[in-house]
């Protein structure tokens, strides 16, 4: 328990965290008012999983956009505009109910308004988290942002029913609009305080391409986004059709409310027994808790009343939390701070960007057929993806060795003129033939390297004159992009360009650099020279090659280069 909430002891993230739980709770009332209103005003659960899909749709289309502004801009302000605009969206959600004016489309509308600050809210959101905690309670952090999203859960479905029983679903709106006013005052509060914005920076389109290039050339962050989406696709269906299978157990809005509370219990539980869990199933603890929701999903779907769908809640409330916590620290492990936000934007992508699809096929499957066969079969798939999870070869958490990174060194100093581009890095090895094979090894993870820190091509040469020299050669879209990847050799990084430096038989490698410059006004090659060379001597890099002439070098090139 104590290493479990040891995060609450830090300031900025126990005042966050808190402000979290009133907002999560508001989040609740939300979703199971609108979900309640859409059944009333239409009867159809594909109406009930279009509005519960309404909140996170937008993910689908915004996701790298809102990660890479998560990672350009002061991600506090984004959190502020972000809060605001939701709590206004609310409102207008509490009015025209109110008046009698809310409608299904009107409702859809305002949902996906919802989504799309949300859509940029999130990333910013968990990309805040580890620059609030030491690296060592990212896990235990994410845990308790689960406990606060399931005490909300707990608390909020339960005051939902309540409310739409005594008052109306304009309650639940209107309570959760004054929610998101909770951060905003702990934001405006902290103020300076919190962590400023990544010195890295990059234009808006080149650092979604960067993230996704993270993404794709890192082999176990590809992982546990395969795993998250097909998670998030196949645990929709409880909650989805909860709302449709609670008249079939005999029940109403309170015991509907009721239903998703103890869902939420488990889930509370299972964030304070997380460390022990893990300790004890060790790489089976994933494969375990995404199998045991399935399970829990079959149990409430073959119930025969109310009463007997609660322990299928409680475990599947458990199972959502160790299976969610697992892979989204597992993903702020992976991700190194200068494109967190792209990376955690992917996947949000990845699992609440494909939740909505599979809400939308849960009240499909349950309008087909019917809300008991909707969960079995779906819960089934969820049971063959936990099965498959033990051979997806994702890291354990205490496994991790996390991306460090001197983020804190000054920046170079960064001369307008010299923001032209593509660059092109040439690594000159001389190698002994014997030991070829081995170096083609080394390079391929200095490939991995290369293209998840800014190259977006990279081949590798053999001389044919002279057989033992090689020679990589990696593209960079600008100086400034070449300048920045730089600042992201992290320790693993550099001790992969250390293996493939110990290749050459002088411990030599020599490394040119070719940019594409424009003849008729050439940079102040003076500048690039003082700093450049100050970055190869101090970060790993491949040494430069004291034979070249950068500035004559440069201004032989041709422009298309």
Known sequence: MTSSVAPLRIRGFRALWAASV??????FLQSSAAAWLMLDLTGSATWVGLISASTTLPFLALALLAGAVADMTDRARILLVTQISMSLFAAAMAVLTFLGEA?????LVLGLAIGVAAAFNLPAWQALVPDLVPREMVASAVALNSVSFNVARAVGPALAGLLIATVGAEAGFGLNAISYLSVVAVLIVMGRTLPPAPADSAP?????????????????????????????????????????HTAVLGGGSLAYGVLLGTMGVGAIAAAFARRRIAERLGRLTLPIAIAGYGTGGIVVGTAP???WAVPGLVVAG?????TTTTLNSTAQLLSPRWVRGRTMSLWSLAFAGVYPIGAILSGAVADALDTSSAYVLISMACIGLGVVATRSGIPVLGEIVPPEFDLDRPGPEHVETLDSGPVMVLNTFDIDPVRIEEFLVVMNELRLVRLRTGAYRWRL?????????????FLVVSWREHLNQHRRIDTVSAAIIQRARSFDLERRPRARHLLAVDIESPPDFDSLIATHQQMHATDGSIPLDPTTDTRQEASDLKSDV
């Open 103 to 107: 409608t299904p489309g009107r409702l």
């Open 318 to 322: 458990a199972c959502l939390v160790l």
């Open 305 to 307: 009343s109310v009463g």
């Open 461 to 473: 040469y053999r001389d044919a004159v002279d057989p033992k020299r090689l020679t990589e050669v």
């Open 22 to 27: 009133f907002s999560n709770i508001g989040g």
């Open 204 to 244: 808006l389109s080149t650092a979604m391409a960067l993230g996704w290039r993270f993404a794709r050339y890192t082999k176990a962050f590809r992982r546990v986004l395969l795993v998250g989406a097909l998670f998030g696709l196949t645990s929709s269906v409880i909650p989805t059709v909860l709302p449709s």
